[in-house]
C-alpha cells in the first residue's frame, strides 16, 4: 500500500517549457488535490478533482491545467514555464476529512 | 477569506517540556480541522483529525483541541522528545470536498 505517489520527485525547466507532474493514490479515494508550498506562505491549493471525471479550480490556478485520468491518477500541467512557478507540489487524496499528501516534487524554473 | 494563523512560528525546547501549538481561523464555519507533521524535504504527515462535531482527538503523547466559537485550535505534546522536531501545520476545511487551507506552520526544535 503505496499510498500517494508522485513522480518526479525533482524537475529544472527553463522559462516558457512545459511538463506533466503525475500523481496516483491506492487508497480508492473519490478526491484528489494538488497544492503548492512556496516559503512564508503555507499550502494553497492549485486545483482540485472532488470525483473521477470533474475538476475545479483552487486559489491559485493560473497557469496550470489538470486532468483526472481515472480514479487512482490526477496530474498537472504546466503549459509554459515561468520563474514564478518554481515551488514544491504536493498531491493529496482525501476520504472522510481526511487528507494523505505525497511526497512531493521540488520544481525550479530558470 | 478564511485565515489560518499558527503562532509561534518556530519554538525550541529542551527535550521532556510539554508542548502547546496553536492554529487559529478568521471564519467559525469549518468543517474539519487537521494536524499534519512535515520533516524537512519531506512530505506532510497526518497526526489529527478533529472533525466539525467534535472537540479534540488524542493519538499517543499529542492531543488536539477545537473550539469552533473563538476560532482556535491547540496541539499539546506530551514529553517532548528530539524525533518529534519539524515542522507542524495546522489545516481547516471550508465549503466541502476537503479543500484545505493551511497556516504557515511551527517549526519546532527539540534539543538533548
Known amino acids: 500500500n503505496a499510498g500517494v505517489t508522485q513522480t518526479p520527485k525533482f524537475q529544472v525547466l527553463k522559462t516558457g517549457q512545459s511538463m506533466t507532474l503525475q500523481c496516483a493514490q491506492d487508497?480508492?479515494?473519490?478526491?484528489m488535490y494538488w497544492y503548492r508550498q512556496d516559503p512564508g506562505m503555507g499550502l494553497r491549493l492549485i486545483y482540485y478533482?472532488?470525483?473521477?471525471?470533474?475538476?475545479d479550480k483552487g486559489e491559485v490556478p493560473n497557469g496550470y491545467n489538470v486532468s483526472r485520468l481515472n480514479k487512482r491518477e490526477f496530474s498537472l500541467r504546466l503549459e509554459s514555464a515561468a520563474p514564478s512557478q518554481t515551488s514544491v507540489y504536493f498531491c493529496?487524496?482525501?476520504?472522510?476529512?481526511?487528507?494523505?499528501f505525497g511526497p512531493g516534487t521540488r520544481l525550479t524554473v530558470l | 477569506k478564511q485565515e489560518v494563523t499558527q503562532i509561534p512560528a518556530a519554538l525550541s525546547v529542551p527535550e521532556g517540556e510539554n508542548l502547546v501549538l496553536n492554529c487559529s481561523f478568521t471564519?467559525?464555519?469549518?468543517?474539519?480541522l487537521q494536524w499534519f507533521r512535515q520533516d524537512p524535504g519531506k512530505g506532510l504527515t497526518s497526526l489529527l483529525l478533529?472533525?466539525?462535531?467534535?472537540r479534540e482527538q488524542t493519538s499517543g503523547r499529542l492531543n488536539a483541541s477545537l473550539d469552533k466559537s473563538s476560532g482556535r485550535s491547540t496541539l499539546y505534546i506530551a514529553a517532548s522528545q528530539p524525533g518529534d522536531s519539524a515542522t507542524y501545520l495546522c489545516?481547516?476545511?471550508?465549503?466541502?470536498?476537503?479543500?484545505?487551507?493551511f497556516g504557515a506552520g511551527t517549526r519546532l526544535a527539540v534539543h538533548p
Open positions: 493529496a487524496s482525501s476520504e472522510a476529512g481526511e487528507a494523505f
Open positions: 487508497m480508492n479515494h473519490n478526491s
Open positions: 478533482s472532488a470525483s473521477e471525471g470533474t475538476t
Open positions: 471564519d467559525s464555519a469549518i468543517y474539519n
Open positions: 478533529i472533525q466539525s462535531s467534535q
Open positions: 489545516a481547516v476545511e471550508r465549503g466541502g470536498y476537503n479543500k484545505l487551507i
